[in-house]
Structures are given as structure tokens and as C-alpha cells.
């Protein structure tokens, strides 16, 4: 399995602000995907991050309020812009590994970041 | 659209009992069923995944039946036991490039000592 390190893994931000959260994973894969799971509910796809080249965003999400980055085949950054309570959330990144794991549409998620708004 | 329905939303058992949650979908495009496991402060993580081209699978005491006419598919976990105790989703995803998963609500499982 791959191994997935998302930072930071909690923060407590001021509304107006921005947040980049980093994943970083142990190998190289062929898809990132970033969710969205709010206090007790299920997760939502924000976007899937491409590498070298724009993201593909999930309706009700926008890259000018969720820029992503996707350097190369083992990073990505989720940028939440200008934030609001409303964007208090855990933010998860995944990942679908090349390989075999890939051929089973496997996804193996971060431990996530858990945002705070004030 | 919730394309993926899940119940109960809370669940508990005596330990040693059977854990039932189930789960329908919609997409007929769907193809790969997957069940995540997370406890509080981690991420999910792949508990047993399904195709549609068996209708069960069983992994130690986790269990998934699949019931393609009917479009559903649940898991049963035997002998629960408290480390049990998690949250529990259910996922399905179509093949190919996108490769998106869809999830269900969510089943707080709590199981008693």
C-alpha cells in the first residue's frame, strides 16, 4: 500500500485567510484526489489533481476557491482561499497507486487535515 | 444526487454478534464496491472491495454479499468485536480513467464489551 503524509494535520485559521495543505506520497501514482468530509458526514470529491496540468473540479467546487497543484507523480497541494466557518472541514487526500492496486480501482487516503475556522 | 444509499446510520452489537450495513445504488455503470474502515482522527482505509461479477466475498471475519439485480450490496462482520468500533462506508466507483469513488453516508458501529 502506499504511504501517505498530508500536512498539517490540524490547523486553526482566521476567516479571510488562506490554507495549503500538502500530500505527499511514498511512490509514484497515477491518480490524487482531494475530499471533502464535514463534522460526522460522509466524504465529497473536491477535484482530481492532474499532473501537469489543471484539475478537474466536481460541481459546487471552483478552483478559485480550491487552487490545486500537482507538480509531479508523488505531490499535491490544496489551497483553501479565503475561507470562511463554513469551510471548517476534514480535507482528505487519496490516491490510486500504478500497478496492480490501480487495475482494482484501490484508493488509499491520507489521515486528513482538520480545519478549523474562526 | 446521493448515488449511493447507506443504513443504518448508527449501528450497535453486543460483542460476539453480527454486524449488518447495507447499501444501494443507482449507476448501473458502477463496477467496483469497495468498504472503508476510519476511526476517529485517521483517514479511511480499504476494509474488503466487491465486483459485480461474484455475489460474495469474504475476508477473515468481513464479509460483502452482492446483489446485482436488486443493485444492492452490504457487509456483515462476524464475532464484532470492540475494536470494531468505527465508522463504516461504502463506496462504489466505475472503471477506467476517472476512477472516482461515490460514498455512502456513513454507519457509526459501536460495539459493546
Known amino acids: 500500500s502506499a504511504v501517505i503524509s498530508q500536512k498539517p494535520s490540524r490547523d486553526i485559521c482566521q476567516r479571510g485567510t488562506s490554507l495549503t495543505i500538502q500530500c505527499q506520497v511514498d511512490s509514484q501514482v497515477t491518480m490524487m484526489f482531494w475530499y471533502r468530509q464535514q463534522p460526522g458526514q460522509s466524504l465529497t470529491l473536491i477535484a482530481t489533481?492532474?499532473?501537469?496540468?489543471?484539475?478537474?473540479?466536481e460541481s459546487g467546487f471552483v478552483i478559485d476557491k480550491f487552487p490545486i497543484s500537482r507538480p509531479n507523480l508523488t505531490f499535491s497541494t490544496l489551497t483553501v482561499s479565503n475561507m470562511s466557518p463554513e469551510d471548517s472541514s476534514i480535507y482528505l487526500c487519496?490516491?490510486?497507486?500504478?500497478?496492480?492496486?490501480?487495475?482494482?480501482?484501490?484508493?488509499?487516503f491520507g489521515a486528513g487535515t482538520r480545519l478549523s475556522v474562526l | 444526487q446521493q448515488q449511493v444509499k447507506q443504513s443504518p446510520q448508527s449501528l450497535i452489537v453486543q460483542k460476539g454478534g453480527i454486524s449488518i450495513i447495507n447499501c444501494a445504488y443507482e449507476?448501473?455503470?458502477?463496477?467496483?464496491f469497495p468498504w472503508y474502515q476510519q476511526f476517529p482522527g485517521k483517514g479511511p482505509a480499504l476494509l474488503i472491495a466487491i465486483r459485480p461479477d461474484v455475489s460474495e466475498k469474504k475476508e477473515g471475519r468481513f464479509t460483502i454479499s452482492f446483489n446485482k439485480s436488486a443493485k444492492q450490496f452490504s457487509l456483515h462482520i462476524m464475532d464484532s468485536q470492540p475494536g470494531d468500533s468505527a465508522t463504516y462506508f461504502c463506496?462504489?466507483?466505475?472503471?477506467?480513467?476517472?476512477?472516482?469513488?461515490?460514498f455512502g453516508s456513513g454507519t457509526q458501529l459501536t460495539v459493546l464489551p
Open positions: 449507476n448501473t455503470a458502477f463496477d467496483y
Open positions: 463506496a462504489a466507483s466505475t472503471s477506467g480513467s476517472a476512477r472516482q469513488l461515490t
Open positions: 487519496s490516491v490510486a497507486p500504478v500497478g496492480l492496486a490501480a487495475a482494482k480501482n484501490i484508493q488509499y
Open positions: 489533481a492532474n499532473q501537469g496540468s489543471e484539475a478537474t473540479y
